[in-house]
Nanobody, 123 residues
């Protein structure tokens, strides 16, 4: 069973950048597709980005395309989310998640979740 721990959140001004990390332990990390989701107060959890186990394929939510980049290092059991040109609407709790399937944008397909890290973008 995988355990996921996010880090790297914080407070940043609009236009700034942050890099989130998600460290995995337990299970075989390289077998999992990894995703990032976010949730703002009063809103549903939103798909942000995902990457397949081999890192060949990635997919992004429409609101972050061209600004965010997901990557992974299977040797370090870690997935990253580089966030550039941040906007106030990017504010929320960011979660990483793992699954062995292929429906990467559907949160119900993910088997394991981290506890989340807060990202706040000020205007």
């Amino acid at each position: 069973q995988a355990q996921l721990v996010e880090s790297g959140g914080g407070l940043v001004q609009a236009g700034g950048s942050l890099r989130l990390s998600c460290a995995a332990s337990g299970g075989t990390f390289s077998r999992y597709a990894m995703g990032w989701f976010r949730q703002a107060p009063g809103k549903e959890r939103e798909f942000v980005a995902a990457i397949v186990w081999s890192a060949i394929g990635t997919t992004y939510g429409d609101s972050v395309k061209g600004r965010f980049t997901i990557s992974r290092d299977n040797a370090k059991n870690t997935v990253y989310l580089q966030m550039n040109s941040l906007k106030p609407e990017d504010t929320g709790v960011y979660y990483c998640a793992a699954q062995t399937g292929w429906r990467l944008q559907n949160p119900t397909e993910y088997d394991y979740w981290g506890q989340g890290t807060q990202v706040t973008v000020s205007s």
